[in-house]
T-cell receptor
Framework: AQSVTQLDSQVPVFEEAPVELRCNYSSSVSVYLFWYVQYPNQGLQLLLKYLSGSTLVKGINGFEAEFNKSQTSFHLRKPSVHISDTAEYFC?????????????FGDGTTLTVKP | EAGVAQSPRYKIIEKRQSVAFWCNPISGHATLYWYQQILGQGPKLLIQFQNNGVVDDSQLPKDRFSAERLKGVDSTLKIQPAKLEDSAVYLCASALRDTPYGYTFGSGTRLTVV
């Protein structure tokens, strides 16, 4: 079975500063990886996904993430954040070639962007 | 395209009462999921449907929770009787097929059991 650990529960950062949200996963098989964003009182929205190929994945709103198989990590980065990026961010993993589609989520990282 | 619709948005009930949630997925999406998101935690899968068949309900507390997806479209999730620990946001998500290209989530139903 797979699991996800988001290493920081809260990340405060000033506007226009860079940010990294850390995610580590555990699985005995190959995986697909995802980052979702959740704004207050809304559902989750897919930011980006890694399925195969290039380990650097670009998503919406200027976010990118890098898949590191040896370190079993999938950290999310943005070079310059805006106030509007304040939200909850979830990392998720799905195992390849098993119960296709089922994702396991981390417990989230609250990103707070301060002016 | 229209998103995943869920209703109601909010529900407050007393413990031991019953409650039902409704989800209408994106048209053509064969796979539908119900997730439970307790405050401060990530979503936890309750049940996965492929068309109108259950693919995975291993984490569904079957003594009190039930779900169905008639005609492979809309789905309802029911809790009977509710417990205090069922207070959570119940999220419905759909996907075009059972390959994990990412879900589209609804806005969720926030349940408070008092």
């Amino acid at each position: 079975a797979q699991s996800v650990t988001q290493l920081d529960s809260q990340v405060p950062v000033f506007e226009e500063a860079p940010v990294e949200l850390r995610c580590n996963y555990s699985s005995s098989v190959s995986v697909y990886l995802f980052w979702y964003v959740q704004y207050p009182n809304q559902g989750l929205q897919l930011l980006l996904k890694y399925l195969s190929g290039s380990t650097l994945v670009k998503g919406i709103n200027g976010f990118e993430a890098e898949f590191n198989k040896s370190q079993t990590s999938f950290h999310l980065r943005k070079p310059s954040v805006h106030i509007s990026d304040t939200a909850e961010y979830f990392c998720a993993v799905s195992e390849v070639d098993t119960n296709a589609g089922k994702s396991t989520f981390g417990d989230g990282t609250t990103l707070t962007v301060k002016p | 395209e229209a998103g995943v619709a869920q209703s109601p948005r909010y529900k407050i009930i007393e413990k031991r009462q019953s409650v039902a949630f409704w989800c209408n997925p994106i048209s053509g999406h064969a796979t539908l999921y119900w997730y439970q998101q307790i405050l401060g935690q990530g979503p936890k899968l309750l049940i996965q449907f492929q068309n109108n068949g259950v693919v995975d309900d291993s984490q569904l507390p079957k003594d009190r929770f039930s779900a169905e997806r008639l005609k492979g479209v809309d789905s309802t999730l029911k809790i009977q009787p509710a417990k205090l620990e069922d207070s959570a946001v119940y999220l419905c998500a759909s996907a075009l097929r059972d390959t994990p290209y990412g879900y589209t989530f609804g806005s969720g139903t926030r349940l408070t059991v008092v």
